[in-house]
């Protein structure tokens, strides 16, 4: 079975551009949860969805937002790019957000 | 808010021997425990959990935790290091089944031949 897979692995975008992320969870899996991991530090907490609905948000800023599909992938956008937004992205899905979260490989964005 | 601590954010081990890395907790009710491995450019691998069954609990590659809460700690070992043990190492923590995780700062691992 497909674990989490993200996409694009590896992006560069220039500051004030808008970037979004995507995130397939595992098959049957009804929840995502995004993570931002800057270079040197442990991964933080951006937002958790279930069933299309968020149930969760961490300290971001507005520019950061995030979705879930009927087929429950997910997206998260991130607008106004700034030069501290790079960072590796990760995704983690779960059945229902109460349960052991598994995370894809990442998609390491790149701002200049 | 939840929160970990880890002490150390490199630790040298030679091959063969004890890995012991640290991780203190601040709470005001018993957590949810992880530790998770990073190896470079790719995602998080989960290693153990303490989710308030068995205090030491056994997980993958050999590696274990204790859940101590007089000392609010879940340090974890391993009594003997190998060269693929060599990765970033993160402790983290959760309100009882909520699943919304907070990370330490990570410990990196080196292993010496």
């Known amino acids: 079975d497909a674990g989490v897979t993200q996409s694009p692995t590896h992006l560069i975008k220039t500051r004030g551009q808008h970037v979004t992320l995507r995130c397939s969870p595992i098959s049957g899996h009804k929840s995502v949860s995004w993570y931002q991991q800057v270079l040197g530090q442990g991964p933080q907490f951006i937002f958790q969805y279930y069933e299309k609905e968020e149930r969760g948000r961490g300290n971001f800023p507005d520019r950061f937002s995030a979705r879930q599909f009927p087929n429950y992938s997910s997206e998260l956008n991130v607008n106004a790019l700034l030069l501290g937004d790079s960072a590796l992205y990760l995704c983690?899905?779960?059945?229902?957000?109460?349960?052991?979260?598994?995370f894809g490989q990442g998609t390491r964005l790149t701002v200049v | 808010a939840q929160s970990v601590t880890q002490l150390g954010s490199h630790v040298s081990v030679s091959e063969g021997a004890l890995v012991l890395l640290r991780c203190n907790y601040s709470?005001?009710?018993?957590?949810?425990l992880f530790w998770y491995v990073q190896y470079p450019n790719q995602g998080l691998q989960l290693l153990l959990k303490?989710?308030?069954?068995?205090?030491l609990v056994k997980g993958i590659n050999g590696f274990e935790a204790e859940f101590k809460k007089s000392e609010t700690s879940f340090h974890l070992t391993k009594p003997s290091a190998h060269m693929s043990d060599a990765a970033e190492y993160f402790c983290?923590?959760?309100?009882?089944?909520?699943?919304?995780?907070?990370f330490g700062a990570g410990t990196t691992v080196t292993v010496r031949a």
């Open positions: 983690a899905s779960s059945l229902t957000g109460n349960t052991e979260a598994f």
């Open positions: 983290a923590v959760s309100d009882r089944g909520d699943y919304k995780l907070s």
């Open positions: 709470s005001s009710v018993p957590p949810y």
């Open positions: 303490y989710t308030s069954a068995a205090t």
